[in-house]
């Protein structure tokens, strides 16, 4: 048998790359030794690590995930209390984009059509720019103060919180689409089905996530809605196929995240800024093992930061305003509406 350092290039090169090779490394030349690799035999690709960690003499002292130990994830509780914390943050700042809104309106220099309005007119048209904001019928509220000073009436309704809760918004959760439970199933099944590195533990829906999944029926970004960032859960409204159709294809990630590996991953939601995915990856120059993570990228962007579990995500993404609406904003109150009552609206 010749010297074991000559068989590390090609074993090196043929072993699928999990962390257990750094591990392996310092123990190298021993290893050959007490395995009885024969001079140029190699591993194949579609090796498992469970099947390279078998190889090794017992109690090796090595170790790794196994099927038995996947990595460890948030519990529902941190997983919950993170969600509460964001909705607050989420309900604070949704409530400070409307009130400049609505003082913005009052402040506006009226153009024609409406310089010449009568004032009730006027105030009818700035409801309307509310509802547009909001994304939700109005006709209860008479004039836009009434938002702010019954802020807690509208906020779960127009989804002020990041959240929504289909009870709350009248609607079956049924009505949705398919069931939670259901949609895990297919999800889970479509990840199994294009998983495109090994890894050494089962591919499944992450359990924080499943936890969200059950404890809000969407969760979306800060802002109003013509704010709002993409959801990080969009909720059970696609069909088995359109699920289908959120698994991220081999390498479509490294447009964004050239130095991790992704074994397998979903578009978790869009809006007009970005996605967010959801994704089974590992970064072995930053140390980083194989795990699910969570990440949100922008249209215009090559990089952005990934997160190790739900929590420390939510935690970047309340932080993660959107741009303001401002004068130059395509939408601003009483742009382009007709010059007539709600009613005949």
Not at 263 to 291: H, I, Q, Y
Not at 301 to 321: G, H, M
Request: glycine share 4%; proline share 7%.
């Amino acid at each position: 048998m010749s010297a074991p350092v000559r068989l590390l290039p090609d074993i090196y090169h043929t072993l699928p790359r999990t962390s257990m090779l750094y591990q392996l490394e310092t123990m190298w030349v021993n290893l050959c030794f007490e395995l009885k690799w024969p001079t140029g035999s190699k591993v194949s690709n579609d090796t498992s690590d469970a099947q390279l960690i078998n190889t090794l003499p017992p109690n090796y002292g090595i170790e790794l995930p196994t099927m038995d130990n996947p990595p460890e994830e948030c519990t529902p509780e941190e997983v919950i209390s993170a969600i509460e914390k964001y909705r607050k943050i989420v309900a604070e700042d949704s409530y400070k984009s409307l009130e400049w809104l609505i003082v913005e309106g009052e402040k506006q220099e009226l153009e024609p059509p409406w310089k010449d309005a009568d004032e009730s007119l006027i105030l009818e048209g700035q409801m309307r720019s509310c509802e547009e904001y909001l994304g939700f019928d109005l006709s209860d509220f008479k004039h836009p103060r009434e938002l702010l000073s019954r802020f807690d009436e509208i906020v779960e309704r127009c989804c002020c919180t990041g959240v929504k809760h289909l009870e709350i918004l009248k609607l079956a959760r049924g009505s949705a689409g398919m069931s939670t439970e259901a949609y895990i199933r297919v999800l889970e099944k479509a990840l199994q089905d294009n998983t495109y590195i090994s890894v050494p533990f089962p591919v499944s829906v992450p359990k924080e996530y499943k936890t969200l999944m059950r404890h809000v029926d969407s969760l979306i970004g800060v802002g109003l809605l013509y704010q709002r960032s993409p959801p990080l859960w969009a909720g059970c409204t696609d069909s088995e196929d359109e699920i289908k159709q959120r698994i991220v294809a081999k390498d479509y990630m490294k447009r964004w995240h050239d130095d991790y590996e992704v074994a397998a991953g979903w578009e978790a939601g869009d809006s007009r800024e970005g996605f967010t995915f959801v994704m089974l990856c590992r970064n072995e120059k930053k140390g980083k093992p194989w795990r699910w993570r969570y990440t949100r990228v922008d249209w215009c962007e090559q990089y952005s930061e990934v997160f190790d579990s739900i929590p420390s995500f939510l935690e970047f993404y309340a932080q993660d305003a959107p741009e303001p609406i401002n004068e130059f904003h395509w939408l601003v109150p009483l742009d382009m509406h007709p010059l007539c009552p709600r009613d005949e609206y």
